[in-house]
């Protein structure tokens, strides 16, 4: 077996949580530990052992030689294909079945939308959007995601609704490289 480098898996494990679109605590508590532990492998203070290390694999569907490989890049549909894969599974599949986090529907879900991309969205057309993947959330909070992932999104235009102006949100553009 080849060596394992923990810090390129630990990265390649953060990738997949993140296209996986399961919290930080849901995932510490799959894996049988806090937080705040995983906080700690984020900031590279702690690491994986290799219960931990079968225990991602096996909910990721993916081998640990995979993972411990520089150039690693998850699925776009991770998500979907975990919960194909773990339908007859009730430990994981319940984990997938709920909402995603709110960046994970913004990459993944909002970002792809044709309308937002060409014309933008207000927080109620968001909210729209993500209720036909069953994921709730409301529009309160999807505002303050809009603006909590401004490396995602920005306002690009502004409308009223109920006599109240109303933020327009679309896709970050790219700014020219000079």
Known sequence: MEHLNLNIISTNIFKLLDYSGLSDLTFANLLGFSEKQLR???KHKAQFNIDNLNKACDFFNVALTRINKAEFEPETDLRERLLIKHRKNTEYYTLLEKRPTIRHAIRFILLNHLIFKTEGLGSGDIR??????DWDFTSRYISTAMLRNSDLVEIV????????KANIYGPKKEK???
């Open 40 to 42: 700690l492998i984020k």
């Open 176 to 178: 020219p490289t000079e």
């Open 128 to 133: 729209a959007v993500f209720l036909e993947k």
């Open 157 to 164: 235009g502004e409308t009223i609704v109920k006599g109240k």
